[in-house]
């Protein structure tokens, strides 16, 4: 069982980011095949073909860049932020009423239940997250090895797991073992 990086639960865009992931061993790929894709986009398992699981990937790796660009203060690869907004528009949403316990406004989309929803929603909240308050949040998980992304809500986190905080003081540990080790005897 993963546990969810801090912000998931807020932005989905985030979370696909970190559907690439460190596992015990080595990197993991929750989208690695149409059919886990599928799942992961709460699609039925026929919605996705491979030509659709590019397209996914592809807006993953362009989220990734957006999110590593803001973390780094610097300006993304123009390609990415257009990988995201063609995303954002494969899908039209129109706003619809609903009226049971008063007049509400919704957003429908246009073609339910197709891979064009689930990537426009995906580029949509990429897009709120990256130029909204959310923004100034996003950092990269500081242990080695691992390549989540994380929203900083307190200001000390540094890691976007317990388990990679105890990687890294394990990893602190045995290097001080090894370096006590080595380091010549007092007064001899
Ligand atoms: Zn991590």
Do not use: K, Y
């Not at 807020?10 to 886990?36: F, K, M």
């Not at 009226?99 to 064009?116: A, D, K, L, M, Q």
Request: glycine share 6%; net charge neutral.
């Amino acid at each position: 069982m993963v546990t969810a990086a801090p912000g998931e639960e807020r932005s989905s865009a985030l979370a696909l980011v970190n559907t690439r992931r460190l596992g015990t061993g080595g990197e993991v790929d929750d989208l690695a095949d149409p059919h886990a894709a599928a799942q992961w986009l709460q699609l039925p398992a026929t919605a996705l073909g491979a030509d659709a699981l590019s397209r996914v990937t592809d807006l993953r790796a362009a989220v990734r860049e957006l999110l590593a660009a803001l973390a780094e203060d610097r300006s993304p690869a123009a390609a990415a932020v257009e990988t995201v907004n063609a995303a954002a528009r494969s899908d039209a949403a129109a706003p619809q009423l609903t009226w049971p316990g008063g007049p509400r406004r919704e957003w429908h989309s246009t073609s339910p239940g197709s891979v064009e929803e689930a990537l426009a929603a995906l580029a949509r909240d990429a897009i709120d997250v990256v130029a909204g308050d959310l923004g100034p949040l996003v950092r990269p998980c500081e242990a080695h090895g691992c390549v989540r992304f994380f929203f900083r809500e307190h200001a000390r986190r540094r890691w976007c797991s317990t388990t990679c905080g105890d990687r890294v003081r394990a990893a602190r540990h045995q290097r001080l073992v090894v370096e006590q080790r080595e380091s010549p005897q007092r007064g001899a």
